[in-house]
Nanobody
């Protein structure tokens, strides 16, 4: 059974930094692409960043390019999101997700497994 547990959310002032982490278990972590998504109040969940199973390919939403960095440690079964230059519009619940299929990568792969989410609040 796949389990994803996020950590690292919190309250930060605009311009600040936060690092989110997601610990995965249940499948061979190094075989699956990972992603970070977010959902703000009243809005649909949207993609923030994705990373391929080897870490060799990454993609970002236009709104976070140049500010956020996704990374993974396949030895520790973790994926992280380093967020800098935070803006109030980055306020959301952030979710870690794992792709359904092994060795598949794109922004539109089926993301079948989700964590419980961690709140990020950016004050102005």
């Amino acid at each position: 059974q796949v389990r994803l547990v996020e950590s690292g959310g919190g309250l930060v002032q605009a311009g600040g930094t936060l690092r989110l982490s997601c610990a995965a278990s249940g499948r061979t972590f190094s075989s699956y692409s990972m992603g970070w998504f977010r959902q703000a109040p009243g809005k649909e969940r949207g993609l923030v960043a994705t990373i391929s199973w080897t870490g060799g390919r990454r993609s970002y939403a236009d709104s976070v390019k140049g500010r956020f960095i996704i990374s993974r440690d396949n030895a520790k079964n973790t994926v992280s999101l380093q967020m800098s230059g935070l803006k109030p519009e980055d306020t959301a619940v952030y979710y870690c997700a794992q792709a359904r299929d092994s060795r598949a990568y794109s922004d539109s792969v089926p993301w079948d497994y989700w964590g419980q989410g961690t709140q990020v609040t950016v004050s102005s």
